[in-house]
C-alpha cells in the first residue's frame, strides 16, 4: 500500500527534538522556528512532558467516556484558571477542526438559525462545515457546500452589521489572528465591536485561537488584546504539544444536554496527561511572558532586515512578509542555515517557535534569517 500522495514533502526526515531543536535521520541539528504548524508549545521532548504521558500510558492510555475520568475535571480546572475562563464550560475533542466543527454546531443549536459569517483568507480546518467556513475554494468538496457562508473583509465591521441585519445568521466565526493567511491580526476595536454587534443581534461569537492560542501571542488567547469575551472559543494544537487534542471553551449561557456533542477519543487519559504537563510547564516556566518578550525581541530585530515589506504579529506568531518571493531564502534557510519555518502564499515566512525560544536562540535565528537574505540576493532596502 502506497501513502496518499496529498503532500509536498521536503527530503528530511525528522527523528528527534530537544527543546526548540530537532534532527534529521542524517544527525543534522536544525533550529526548529515552526513547531510542527504551531503545536509544539513547551519545547520538543520536554522531560516533565515526557514523564506524564509515560506514567500514565504505563497505567491506561484509554478508556470511554461513557465512565468518569477525573483527569478530564484536572484539566478543565486547570485550563480555566490559566485562561480566565473558569465560569466557562470545556468539551474535549481530538483536532481543531473537530473543534470548530463542535463550536459551530452549538451556536445553531442555540439559535435555531443557520448562516455563518466567516472572514476573507480564513482557515479553520478541513472536515465539513470547518472547510466551508474556510476561505479557499480549491479544498471546499460539492458535498460540503451546502452550508450558507457568507465572506467579508477582516476589520469591516459595516459589512459584519449588514449580513446581521437580515437575521439569518448563527454565528461569526473569526481567528484570534489569521495564520494560514499570512499572520494577519482584526484590530482590537474591530473585535470589541464585533462582540457588541453580536450581541445585539443575538449572534454566537465564535474565536478560532487554534493557532493563535494557549499563549502563542504573549497572553493566553489572541482575542485578549481587545478584552473581550466571546461566547466560544475553539483551542487545538499548543494544547498537547504533539498529542493529538483540542477542546471547546463554552459560555454559561450554553446549557448541555445528553447526546448533543459526542466524542470516541477525545479527552482520554493519555491525551488529558499531555493537557496537564503543557499547562504545569507553562506556569512554572512562565512561558506566556516568554512568547512576550522573545516576541518583542524577534519583531524588532526582523524590522531591519533588507528586503522586507512588513512584520505583522505578537508574541511568537510572526509574519515576515518580503517584497519579492521568499522560495530561494526559504529553501537557504532550510537546507543551508538548518532553520525551520513556514510560509503564507509566495512572499511571507511564519515563525510560530515552540514557546520556550530563549533571547540567544532568537539572536541565532536573526543572524541566520539575515545571512539567508543575503545569500537570497534580496537586497530591496525597506
Not at 114 to 131: D, L, M, N, P
Not at 148 to 172: H, I, M, N, R
Not at 230 to 253: C, L, Q, R, Y
Request: charged share 20%; glycine share 10%.
Amino acid at each position: 500500500m502506497n501513502l496518499f500522495d496529498v503532500y509536498p514533502l521536503f527530503d528530511i526526515e525528522i527523528v528527534k527534538g530537544k527543546g526548540c531543536r530537532v534532527w534529521d535521520s542524517e544527525g543534522n541539528e536544525y533550529l526548529d522556528l515552526y513547531g510542527g504548524h504551531a503545536v509544539i508549545s513547551v519545547g520538543h521532548s520536554h522531560p516533565e512532558y515526557v514523564a506524564a504521558i509515560t506514567d500514565q500510558v504505563n497505567k491506561l492510555g484509554f478508556y470511554s467516556n461513557s465512565v468518569l475520568n477525573s483527569l478530564q475535571n484536572k484539566l478543565a480546572d486547570k485550563l480555566g484558571k490559566a485562561c480566565g475562563y473558569d465560569d466557562y464550560s470545556l468539551f474535549l475533542i481530538n483536532s481543531g477542526a473537530e473543534a470548530n466543527e463542535n463550536a459551530l454546531k452549538l451556536a445553531s443549536f442555540h439559535n435555531g438559525k443557520k448562516r455563518v459569517i466567516a472572514f476573507k483568507k480564513a482557515f479553520h480546518g478541513r472536515t465539513s462545515a470547518a472547510v466551508r467556513v474556510t476561505d479557499n475554494p480549491n479544498i471546499i468538496a460539492p458535498v460540503n457546500e451546502g452550508l450558507p457562508v457568507t465572506y467579508l473583509p477582516l476589520d469591516d465591521l459595516a459589512a459584519v452589521e449588514a449580513e446581521l441585519q437580515k437575521g439569518d445568521v448563527s454565528s461569526v466565526i473569526i481567528e484570534g489572528i489569521q495564520g494560514v493567511a499570512g499572520i494577519q491580526l482584526p484590530s482590537d476595536s474591530f473585535l470589541k465591536q464585533l462582540r457588541d454587534v453580536c450581541t445585539q443581534y443575538n449572534v454566537v461569537l465564535i474565536v478560532d485561537e487554534i493557532q493563535s492560542g494557549y499563549g502563542r501571542s504573549g497572553k493566553f488567547f489572541a482575542h485578549q488584546y481587545a478584552g473581550i469575551k466571546p461566547d466560544i472559543i475553539t483551542v487545538g494544537k499548543g494544547i498537547g504539544n504533539g498529542f493529538p487534542m483540542a477542546a471547546v471553551i463554552i459560555s454559561p449561557e450554553f446549557k448541555p444536554s445528553y447526546g448533543i456533542l459526542g466524542t470516541t477519543f477525545g479527552g482520554n487519559h493519555l491525551a488529558c496527561a499531555a493537557g496537564i504537563a503543557v499547562l504545569d510547564i507553562m506556569e512554572k516556566e512562565n512561558l506566556v511572558e516568554n512568547a512576550a518578550k522573545v516576541g518583542e525581541y524577534l519583531i524588532s530585530e526582523l524590522q531591519t532586515l533588507a528586503g522586507v515589506k512588513e512584520i505583522r504579529g505578537r508574541g511568537l506568531m510572526i509574519g515576515i512578509e518580503f517584497h519579492e518571493s521568499i522560495k530561494t531564502v526559504r529553501n537557504k534557510l532550510l537546507f543551508e542555515e538548518k532553520v525551520f519555518t513556514g510560509v503564507a502564499g509566495t512572499n511571507t515566512i511564519r515563525l510560530l517557535p515552540p514557546l520556550t525560544l530563549s533571547m540567544e536562540e532568537a539572536a541565532e535565528a536573526i543572524k541566520r534569517i539575515r545571512k539567508s537574505i543575503e545569500n537570497g540576493q534580496l537586497t530591496i532596502d525597506n
